[in-house]
């Protein structure tokens, strides 16, 4: 894999309790992406990042929140975890925008319950 | 936003049969369409892509094609093998960050 380490790999926790998710790359890709994966709903953007402290809402932003202070991690937050955030987590990185090749981690199960 | 419809959302074959797996777009802005293989237990990892200005691309067993006046694009594999099985998804993306994916296809070649 790419050089993306996601952390932890899988994770359950309670509903209310805040949760971070954390996205490593040893690429040096300018852009890094969350995304959610659900049943029926394929991937879906959260938020992304075109550089360090710049980032931006995807299609399902709401609940979440991201940082990225260096450019090798970029950090999913959950600040009141719910049950319809239960979900697999994917973060993905690519050099030059998602219209180049981009590279997925191997994801994060996250259990709220 | 975009949207983006995929079919079928299972689809078993033969080894050695052809597999087509197709994708409908709702935005005529969008001008990139990747499509992603996604094996048990990992990210997806892109396959093959086209982009608006190109009808059709071929990488030795997969192919896209792309029909934008009917808004709709394609993946066809070839000579299936069993290491095929998994769920393929496709995409479309007008500004190359904001990416709308299909629901995924899973494909399974029995031997």
């Known amino acids: 894999d790419a050089g993306i380490t996601q952390s932890p790999r899988h994770k359950v926790t309670e509903t209310g309790t805040p949760v971070t998710l954390r996205c490593h790359q040893t690429?040096?890709?300018?852009?890094m992406y969350w995304y959610r994966q659900d049943p029926g709903h394929g991937l879906r953007l959260i938020h992304y990042?075109?550089?360090?402290?710049?980032?931006d809402k995807g299609e399902v932003s709401d609940g979440y929140s991201v940082s990225r202070s260096k450019t090798e991690d970029f950090l999913l937050t959950l600040e009141s975890a719910t049950s319809s955030q239960t979900s697999v987590y994917f973060c993905?990185?690519?050099?030059?925008?998602?219209?180049?090749?981009?590279?997925f981690g191997q994801g994060t199960r996250l259990t709220v319950v | 936003g975009e949207n983006v419809e995929q079919h079928p959302s299972t689809l078993s074959v033969q080894e050695g049969d052809s597999a087509v797996i197709k994708c409908t777009y709702s935005?005529?802005?969008?001008?990139?369409f990747p499509w992603y293989k996604q094996e048990l237990g990992k990210g997806p990892q892109l396959i093959i892509d086209?982009?608006?200005?190109?009808g059709e691309k071929k990488d030795q067993r997969i192919a896209v094609t792309l029909n934008k006046t009917a808004k709709h694009f394609s993946l066809h594999i070839t000579e299936t093998q069993p290491e095929d099985s998994a769920v393929y998804f496709c995409?479309?993306?007008?500004?190359?960050?904001?990416?709308?994916f299909g629901t995924g296809t899973s494909l399974t070649v029995i031997p």
């Open positions: 993905a990185i690519s050099p030059d925008g998602m219209n180049t090749e981009a590279f």
């Open positions: 690429e040096n890709h300018r852009y």
């Open positions: 990042s075109y550089g360090v402290k710049d980032t």
């Open positions: 935005d005529s802005a969008s001008n990139y």
């Open positions: 086209i982009r608006s200005n190109v």
């Open positions: 995409a479309a993306s007008l500004t190359g960050n904001q990416f709308y």
